[in-house]
């Protein structure tokens, strides 16, 4: 079993549609857990970054962690086309140096 | 604030020969980690410096390796090429190591290498 699994997609939606992002992982002690969005050719840049279980919420995004079932979420409300990119989890242990990442899940937006 | 620089964009060598590529790090942040990036593998950690020491390393042989400078710019060099070592290589950096409360890092655009 993967340490952090992640649907590869591609996942289209409409323009305006909520956006729902999963990733499982394996390793009870994982408490970071981060999402980034990647564009074509570009490096992966920083949305979302939760400690241990609970939402968080940052404008049209929100993370959930649900550490009982080792399933953490991304939505995407009133998603855009420039939403388009892949989006990928990540998450580590206090104390452990290794980030483990999800190998992503690309999105498209449909306008 | 400028963000993660890396040089160069791309670079493209044979099999056989080494290279080395450059990461300077957000003004202020002293972790530099270094990932590779395939399609078929993903994001896999090859390395962290954190003020000048290897802090943790990656599943990669021993061709691959690294450091840091005491401006927290870091360098990593991969010898003997082979194909498998085509990829994006991305550096990234955060004011706290890895592991800490305070840990969040952010990617330079990455170097893409191709070794024909």
């Known amino acids: 079993q993967k340490e952090v699994e992640q649907d590869p997609g591609p996942l289209s939606v409409p323009e305006g549609a909520i956006v729902s992002l999963n990733c499982t992982y394996s390793n009870s002690a994982f408490q970071y857990f981060m999402w980034y969005r990647q564009y074509s050719r570009k490096g992966p840049e920083l949305l979302m970054y939760?400690?241990?279980?609970g939402n968080k919420e940052d404008g049209r995004f929100t993370a959930q962690v649900d550490k009982s079932s080792k399933y953490i979420s991304l939505f995407i409300r009133d998603s855009q086309p420039s939403d388009s990119a892949t989006y990928l989890c990540?998450?580590?242990?206090?104390?452990?140096?290794?980030?483990?990442f999800g190998k992503g899940t690309r999105l498209h937006i449909l306008p | 604030k400028a963000g993660v620089t890396q040089t160069p964009r791309y670079l493209i060598k044979t099999r056989g020969q080494q290279v080395t590529l450059s990461c300077s790090p957000i003004?202020?942040?002293?972790?530099v980690s270094w990932y590779q990036q395939t399609p078929g593998q993903g994001l896999q950690f090859l390395f962290e410096?954190?003020?000048?020491?290897?802090?943790n390393k990656g599943n990669f042989p021993g061709r691959f390796s690294g450091r840091q400078f005491s401006n927290s710019r870091s360098e990593m060099n991969v010898s003997t090429l082979e194909l498998g070592d085509s990829a994006l290589y991305l550096c990234?950096?955060?004011?706290?190591?890895?592991?800490?409360?305070?840990?969040?890092?952010?990617f330079g655009p990455g170097t893409r290498l191709t070794v024909t």
């Open positions: 939760t400690y241990s279980s």
């Open positions: 990234a950096s955060s004011l706290a190591p890895a592991g800490s409360s305070s840990y969040e890092q952010y």
């Open positions: 990540a998450m580590s242990a206090v104390g452990d140096d290794k980030i483990i």
């Open positions: 003004s202020g942040h002293r972790s």
């Open positions: 410096y954190f003020s000048e020491t290897q802090r």
